[in-house]
């Protein structure tokens, strides 16, 4: 199993190619469902989620082929795939497949709004909290399907078609508006959803659904208006910059001070994360081919900070912002609301020495004058990169194992920080 070595102490400077977004990358090759003409994506990044994705698309019978980059383009700019749905051979997404990853549970609305039926695995637990999918249950329902769950399968069927409905999510949740707008597109007549969470990986998932055809008013708000139509067509479209990526790299310039321009990043998708970094001392200008993230040597401040629905702060941004206060100059506040259990990193931040203490859904995080490296384990996506954040500012030599979980969310890291000055690397075996 590979390792990550990081030997900190290294100030950043230079440039980190932002990478199309995990988030909308998933969701967006699940759309390929809804239609028998090619959808082509460009800025796919290449990431272990996206390859399991497409064992699992091509197991409903979907035709995928990857290009990767044309002469010309940047090194780091991602694959060019195209998705062709033209028939479904299968509408089971099976077990051993789904509960590898949550996302996969989303071909449900697309299976039962193209083809009437469905058969998707429950996601089962979650190391971060039980994560329900009672609201996307609910939302087929309101359109008119059947559901039964047996031996831990959701058995789903409209077979007389989907109709459009008024669906009221009770809380914000990013998988579940996926679903009834994936679903909502094919069926007959209207549809609203209330309620609906504004992540920008939501916009350009309804973006590429209008290029396809589709009929949806107030992309990027919290209400949808969905028309439903009876076919939609493939188109191209390429996935946006990953702000949870970029976040993440500000972090680690946060912390170890330095110069990087963050290339193609959106600074209008990280409004909460740009505030928090500048009342953390770290400056941040917003160019044009990017977000430039700069910090001296002056301490970082303690911050305040609950997570929140768009255009909150992030939960995936959480762990990343812990690890940057572990050496502010006096104590913040971070409020976890969005998922229970989602503070798995600090055991493993304790063992480079930082003082963080847990009260409920609140860590108190008080600043120390310096970590240590030592060896510690990834645990989940956002949890392990939070370690090579913290290890970037520790004195010695941190060993991340199980890293595993980072090459779900993160293309190349250690080659994007190690080309500016980072001594990161990466032992096979
Ligand atoms: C997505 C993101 C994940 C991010 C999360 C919140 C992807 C692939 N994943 O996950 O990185 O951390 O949004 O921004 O885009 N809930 C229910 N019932 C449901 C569905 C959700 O109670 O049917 C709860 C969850 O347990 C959680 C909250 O709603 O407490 C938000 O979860 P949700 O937004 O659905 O997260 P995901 O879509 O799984």
Request: proline letters at 6%; zero cysteines; charged letters at 20%.
């Given at each position: 199993m590979d390792r990550i070595r990081i030997r900190g102490g290294n100030r950043l400077t230079g440039t980190i190619p932002i990478s199309g977004a995990k988030n909308a990358a998933l969701p967006l090759m699940i759309v390929s469902l809804l239609t028998p003409g090619t959808l082509t994506l460009s800025n796919v990044p290449r990431l272990a989620d996206v390859r399991l994705l497409q064992r699992i698309l091509q197991n409903h019978g979907i035709d995928i082929t990857v290009a990767g980059k044309r002469v010309?383009?940047?090194?780091m700019m991602g694959d060019v795939m195209h998705l062709s749905?033209?028939?479904?051979?299968?509408t089971t997404a099976p077990y051993d497949l789904v509960s590898k990853m949550r996302?996969?549970?989303?071909?449900l609305g697309p299976l039962l709004a193209r083809c009437g039926e469905a058969k998707v695995s429950l996601p089962g637990g979650c190391?971060?909290?039980?994560?329900?999918?009672d609201m996307h249950l609910m939302a087929m329902e309101k359109l008119g399907a059947d559901i039964a769950i047996e031996n831990g399968y959701v058995l789903a069927s409209a077979k007389k078609g989907l109709k459009g409905a008024h669906i009221v999510f009770d809380k914000v949740s990013v998988g579940a508006t996926h679903a009834a707008l994936m679903a909502a597109v094919l069926a007959d007549g209207d549809t609203i959803i209330e309620n609906a969470a504004s992540e920008p990986e939501i916009g350009d998932v309804a973006e590429c659904l209008v290029k396809m055809g589709a009929k949806i008013e107030?992309?990027?708000?919290a209400t949808l208006k969905v028309k439903g139509v009876t076919s939609l067509r493939g188109c191209e479209h390429s996935v946006i910059p990953d702000r949870i990526e970029t976040g993440t790299y500000a972090m680690c310039v946060g912390m170890t001070g330095g110069d990087v321009l963050l290339k193609d990043a959106n600074a209008s998708h990280l409004g909460a994360v740009i505030d928090v970094m500048q009342r953390a001392g770290v400056s941040v200008e917003i160019k044009n081919d990017g977000i430039r993230i700069h910090r001296n040597g002056a301490a970082l401040e303690p911050v305040r900070v609950d997570t929140e629905p768009f255009p909150g702060f992030p939960t995936d941004c959480q762990a990343q912002l812990m690890a940057m206060m572990t050496m502010a100059s006096g104590t913040s506040i971070i409020r976890e609301t969005?998922?229970?259990?989602?503070?798995?990193h600090v055991q493993e931040l304790a063992r480079l020495g930082s003082d963080i203490h847990l009260h409920g859904d609140t860590a108190e995080v008080r600043g120390v004058k310096k970590l240590t490296g030592a060896p510690v384990m990834a645990t989940d996506l956002r949890a392990s990169v939070s370690l090579v954040i913290a290890g970037l500012a520790a004195e010695g030599e941190t060993m991340i194992n199980r890293v595993y979980h980072l090459d779900r969310g993160f293309e190349t890291l250690e080659d994007k920080l190690q080309a500016c000055g980072a001594d990161v690397s990466r032992i096979s075996g």
């Open positions: 010309g383009q940047h090194p749905a033209k028939d479904i051979v299968d996302a996969s549970f989303w071909v190391a971060i909290g039980t994560r329900p999918v107030g992309i990027h708000t969005i998922f229970e259990n989602r503070f798995m």
